[in-house]
């Protein structure tokens, strides 16, 4: 069974740019997570989708989006980059909400 | 806000002794999970304890959720220089989302 797919790995970007990252879940999980980890901040969570839903938001400014697609597939878009927002980006799925979740390896942005 | 709190934050200690990983918090949770992450990968899901009072083995590690479900620690005896990495306590509560503690770094020596 394939884990959770996260694409890309590495992504460099300049400021004022925007950015899509993209998760594939478990086959047959329709709940995916992200979360934004930093050295000082630790997991920061974003938000979580169910169903095309979005279930869930973290506290985050607006310039960081996502959708769920019919296939549960999720992606993430963060606009006008900062140099803040360099982190490690990681999607979590599980069956439902709530139950036990499955991390990709993350995708590492850097912003300059 | 749920908050989980994690001690301690840095750990570093020999091949062969024993630690203890404690994650604490005022609020109730319905369950908790303990995963381990590696340098540049995502974490890994060790366990999850949904019962006050439960206590799981993993081999050298041992799991324990509190009576009242507000805490948890992670006991490993004899630690080796795999089990290196950044534990992470997570918990689900009313907020019904999951929330990280801040992590314990663990390093063992050779």
């Known amino acids: 069974k394939a884990g959770v797919t996260q694409t890309p790995r590495y992504l460099i970007k300049t400021r004022g740019q925007q950015v899509t990252l993209s998760c594939s879940p478990i086959?047959?999980?329709?709940?995916v997570s992200w979360y934004q980890q930093t050295p000082g901040q630790g997991l920061q969570f974003l938000f979580e989708?169910?169903?095309?839903?979005?279930?869930n938001k973290g506290n985050f400014p607006g310039r960081f989006s996502g959708r769920q697609f019919s296939n549960s597939r999720s992606e993430m878009n963060v606009s006008t980059l900062e140099l803040g927002d360099s982190a490690l980006y990681l999607c979590?799925?599980?069956?439902?909400?709530?139950?036990?979740?499955?991390f990709g390896q993350g995708t590492r942005l850097t912003v300059v | 806000t749920q908050l989980l709190e994690q001690s301690p934050q840095f750990l570093s200690i020999q091949e062969g002794e024993n630690l203890t990983v404690y994650c604490n918090s005022s609020?109730?949770?319905?369950?908790l999970q303990w995963y381990r992450q590696e340098p540049g990968e995502g974490p890994v899901l060790l366990v999850t304890?949904?019962?006050?009072?439960e206590v799981k083995k993993l081999k050298r590690l041992t799991f324990q959720f509190g009576d009242a479900r507000k805490d948890s620690s992670l006991h490993i005896t004899a630690a080796q220089p795999g089990d290196t990495g950044l534990y992470l306590c997570?918990?689900?509560?009313?907020?019904?989302?999951?929330?990280f503690g801040s992590g314990t770094q663990l390093t063992v020596l050779p």
């Open positions: 609020s109730v949770f319905s369950s």
């Open positions: 979590a799925s599980s069956l439902t909400p709530n139950t036990e979740a499955f």
């Open positions: 304890v949904v019962t006050g009072g």
């Open positions: 086959s047959g999980h329709r709940s």
């Open positions: 989708y169910f169903s095309e839903t979005q279930r």
């Open positions: 997570a918990g689900v509560g009313s907020a019904r989302q999951l929330t």
